[in-house]
């Protein structure tokens, strides 16, 4: 039996795998997205509000905006070609390709260009404060119909096959069974890691499976400390749902209990804060005083976001009396090392959007960066990708049954998120992260030990959650000091945008 094939594979299907997707069928490759969503919905692109950031001529301010975001710990050559490239690559593939019709001034000629923390100007296209399904669903149909992209849903990636070194292909599950997939190039776009939180912006499925499935293989990875968590998330009622920035940047204010406003006592730029300190504050706050609400009197909420008042309605939250909100996991801004092309350290291997570590956020990225950062690597290791040369397939294509499910995994899943959320979140220590490293450890060994190969799907999700979750735990421990997203309580020395902790 034949192996199964193609030039380039992808797994994941947010904005960064369908852009790396549309590089290399643009360029002539045959093209398979492989990917765990069964809907839109699947994909972390699918949630995000706040628009996509572009340099609008001025590539040098946005340059600076993001290295002072990070504390100063961006890689400058990454932050250089992602500005370079934004514009070109937004009006490339947003407005020319796929017609999405961002927001415009009023009187159509000009777009309407939003505001968020750390910005120092007006820079981010947005579709209302719900950009990112308005990207990806025509994302989505566009290469639907594209004679040289199949997409594979319901089909998640278990593991990357090698050969003497080099990645030559994966071996995906759907339906239960195993099937072992060769391509030229594989590019991993696997998104984010909020199933190792209680609680996070990202749909369930973000189980970190990318890095995971990179670092068994070998690659390089960094920065994982580095685990962002967005200041406003309204866990009111059912699911947490964020509530952008943007509405901080309409002017809206955070009030504690009391219903003081309390982020000029953290930062000058109080709610317009680096998104860490923000967080952090938002915590302290309701440490203190037991709540904190966004108070959105300042602004005409409901004619400004209708899809967040609509929002807010299904969840019961009447925002006329503040809308209740706490800090959640929203984005790694480390990952799988890659070059300014999606090369990661391993041959035909690449890496895009939230599971690759660009250096462009280094310690804490700046808001709106995260779909541009996606669209530009995607593009560009999607171009690349055509360069490698054919594979010969050596594994077998047929297919097999995943073995059986033998261990608990919603349990698994349970510890390795109370492991997290009580050590390895806003705040850490020595102490705290031996403990969650310990208890992690603790559930790798068992569903290592415990199941056949092919993994069935969940084993290997908890497989993926322990490995990430071991691999943030121990860059914490690593790095000592406190800077951006990671804050040490137990820091000798702290960086400024890591103060009022
Ligand atoms: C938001 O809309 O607040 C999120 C934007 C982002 O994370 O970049």
Known sequence: MTMRSSDVLVLGSGIAGLSAALGAARNGAEVTIATKATRPEGASTWWAQGGIAVARKKPEQFQRDIIAASSDTSDPDAVATLVRHAD???RDVLIDTLGIGFDTGGNGASFDYGREAAHSTDRILHVDASTGKHIHVPFLNYLADHERVEIRDDTAALDLLQDNGAVTGARLESGGRATDWAA???IVATGGIGALYGQSTNPRGATGD???MATRAGAAVDDLEYVQFHPTVCVESGD???????VRGEGALLRNATGDRFMPAYHEDAELAPRD????????ERQKTGRVVLDVSPLDFASTFPDLMALCEENGVDPSTGIPVVPAEHFLCGGIDVDTRGRTSLDRLYAVGECARTGVHGANR??????LEGLVWGLRAGETSVGES????????????????SVDVEAGFTRVRDAMDTHVSLRRSAEGLHAAAATIREVKAEIESDVSAPMPRPASELRSACTVGLGIAEAALANEQSVGCHYRTDASAEAPAAANG
């Open 88 to 90: 070109a690559a937004v």
């Open 390 to 405: 054919p594979v010969r397939p050596t594994a077998e294509g047929r297919k097999r049954e995943v073995g059986s499910l």
């Open 210 to 212: 990318g890095i995971a």
């Open 240 to 246: 947490p749902f964020l509530i952008s920035e943007a």
């Open 184 to 186: 030229n190039a594989i």
């Open 366 to 371: 700046l808001a709106s960066t995260s779909l």
């Open 277 to 284: 300190v923000v967080a952090r504050a938002v915590d302290r």
